[in-house]
Structure formats: C-alpha cells, structure tokens
C-alpha cells in the first residue's frame, strides 16, 4: 500500500515538473519567436513591428523612395513527410497602380501552400524551364512580350532553391524565400515547429527586397524597350 501511494506520488510529481517545464520552454520559444525581426528592422528608418495570433513578428517599413515594405514570417506544417518550413514573405506596395498584369510562379508546389498568391489566379501560364517544377499562373491580361520578359526573370530567381514564390501585381510585388527548416527532433518526437535560429539575417531580408524591386522594375510603365508591332 505504502509503495503504491510513493508510486503515485512519484508519478505526480514528475508529470507536475514535466508540464512546468513544458510552459517554460513553450514561453521561452514565444519570447524568441517575438525577435525574429529585431535586427531587419534596422533596415528602415521609420520600422514598426507587430505580433500576429501565432506570436511571429510583422515588420513594416518605408523604402527610401517611400514604397511601403511588409516583411512577414510564416510557419508551414501542413505538408506530411517534410519538416516544417519558415517562409520570409515580403510585400513591396506601389505608391500607385500601374498598368501592368498580374503573374506569378510558385517553386515545387503541392497544393498546400496557403499563404500563395498563385494558386489564385484564373489562367495557366507556361514556366521556364529550370531544375525545379514551376506552377506559373496570371490574370490573363498579360501580353506575349510582358509574359515572356517575366518568364525570363523567373527563370532567373528560381535556379536559387530558397525562392519558394515571386508574383508581380498592378498594386505591388511579393517574393517568399525559405528562412529556415525546422528542428528535427522538435518535429518527429513532440510534432512541433521549432527552428533554430534567434534572428532573421538582415541580409536576407535585403535580398528578398532587392528581389521584390526587380520585379517592380520590370514592367514599368515608361519602359520604352517594347518593340513598336507589340506595343501597338
């Protein structure tokens, strides 16, 4: 009797520290997550950071030429048999729209990418060909030459194996480039998304932004490099 209750007592003791333990490394994890971005924010002159409902910061900035730079994180488990992915997204936002179509291409897609912009576009678009699949996709206004100048570009970004998706809108640009891959162990013992990092790297963040202004360049309006039958 005595060494059953010592045997329960035991029992509930060490579940009561193992579940301590669990809230303090499952805060402790919080608190990193919320300063991912600290150091990217040294980026702009005029940065602000918010959390979103999964604790991963959102970091909004100005451009030197006043465009708007949105810079989000984003944790995907939704594929089985892979481990968790950190997605950086940035979104660059015109001061105005412009006159161009909406085209996008996303890197070894399965279905469940919903944070992509891609898999809501209406018409089918052929991708360049390079060493990983491509889905290319727009809204259908695009010309021969402004779809076959961006699928030259793509070709370009995408024989980087990080770029996970690049869309040029009328309203602005987006590039999503893998930030980190998730712990292993974190992943195939507790089913969680750890990644071991404490900060985004500046110099990521500044890539994925000087990506982000290609794809706004390339279709300017005032381009005057269209030929004259195909500018008619």
Not at 53 to 63: A, I, K, N
Not at 108 to 130: C, I, K
Not at 131 to 159: C, H, I, K, P, Y
Request: hydrophobic share 45%.
């Amino acid at each position: 009797m005595i060494t059953t209750l010592a045997f329960s007592a035991f029992v509930a003791v060490s579940c009561g520290w193992i579940g301590v333990r669990a809230v303090r490394e499952h805060r402790a994890v919080l608190a990193e997550r919320m300063g991912l971005l600290d150091d990217a924010a040294k980026l702009f002159d005029n940065a602000r950071i918010t959390f979103g409902r999964d604790h991963f910061p959102v970091l909004v900035g100005r451009l030197d030429d006043g465009r708007r730079a949105k810079v989000e994180l984003i944790a995907d488990t939704m594929v089985t048999r892979r481990l968790p992915q950190l997605w950086l997204r940035v979104t660059l936002s015109e001061g105005k729209e412009c006159a161009r179509p909406t085209i996008g291409a996303l890197a070894r897609p399965t279905g469940a990418e919903y944070y992509s912009l891609v898999h809501d576009m209406p018409e089918w678009m052929t991708p360049p060909q390079t060493e990983t699949s491509l889905l290319m996709r727009g809204d259908g206004s695009a010309t021969a030459w402004q779809a076959e100048r961006v699928s030259a570009l793509f070709r370009s970004m995408f024989a980087d194996p990080q770029v996970k998706e690049a869309v040029i809108t009328p309203r602005g640009t987006r590039v999503i480039r893998q930030a980190a891959q998730g712990d292993p162990g974190a992943h195939k013992v507790l089913r969680q998304a750890r990644f071991p990092l404490t900060a985004i790297p500046p110099e990521l963040v500044s890539l994925a932004i000087a990506e982000a202004e290609t794809l706004s360049a390339l279709l300017a309006e005032d381009d005057d490099t269209i030929p004259a039958y195909e500018a008619a």
